[in-house]
Nanobody, 124 residues
Framework: QVQLVESGGGLVQTGGSLRLSCAAS????????MGWFRQAPGKEREFVAA????????IYADSVKGRFTISRDNAKNTMYLQMNSLKPEDTAVYYC?????????????????WGQGTQVTVSS
């Protein structure tokens, strides 16, 4: 049974930083793409960033490019999202997701397992 557990969310002021983690279990972590998505109140869940199975390829939403960095440690079965220069519009529940194959993708349909989410709140 695949499990994804996010951690690292919290309350931070505008301009601050947070690092989210996603611990995975239940299948061979290094075989699959991973991604971060977020859902703000009253909005649909949206793509944030994704990383290929070995970590050689990454993609980002335009809204976070240059501020967020996605990475993974396959030896620890863990993915990370370093978030810098946070803005109030980054406030959302952040979800990690595990994909169905190795290549980097940004559509939600390309991910078959999801975590429960971690709240990130950026105060102005």
């Amino acid at each position: 049974q695949v499990q994804l557990v996010e951690s690292g969310g919290g309350l931070v002021q505008t301009g601050g930083s947070l690092r989210l983690s996603c611990a995975a279990s239940g299948r061979t972590f290094s075989n699959y793409r991973m991604g971060w998505f977020r859902q703000a109140p009253g909005k649909e869940r949206e793509f944030v960033a994704a990383i290929s199975s070995r970590g050689f390829s990454t993609i980002y939403a335009d809204s976070v490019k240059g501020r967020f960095t996605i990475s993974r440690d396959n030896a620890k079965n863990t993915m990370y999202l370093q978030m810098n220069s946070l803005k109030p519009e980054d406030t959302a529940v952040y979800y990690c997701a595990s994909g169905s194959s190795s290549g980097v993708r940004q559509k939600q349909g390309d991910y078959d397992y999801w975590g429960q989410g971690t709240q990130v709140t950026v105060s102005s």
